[in-house]
């Protein structure tokens, strides 16, 4: 992803953008690897190891949601947060096991790519938002 690209999703906050430009880099080489020569091992541990960013990612981030106690500040925000890490981290499971199935279809990917594009968008921004205006003391 060229940083054009990742402009919209950019959130200021470097360890998160570093992980979400992670992310979308390996989306793009499943996605780069799916026009090449299709190799069930290797496409099962890019899915593995795809799975394991991701969970690093999550937990990064409820770690620092907690942090600023987010949960009890902004309930509402926050347990719709954690419940779409719930829903995207069930997807790519599922994903994962499709691939191994279906594996010419590079579908899945651009689906959790979308996933993760509006979870940026719609839950992550909003608490870095949050956070900046905690920090700055508004
Ligand atoms: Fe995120
Ligand atoms: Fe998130």
Redesign the pocket.
Known sequence: MTPAEFEPYRLNYAS?DK??LELFNHMERIVEYYSGHYDKEVMLRLGQEFESLIVA?FDH?SALMREMQYDVLNPNKYNAHELEHKYTLSEIRGFSLRQIIDFDDPYPIKYISDILAH??VNH?KVFIDWYFAQKAGL
């Open positions: 998160i992980q979400h990612h981030e979870h940026i992550d």
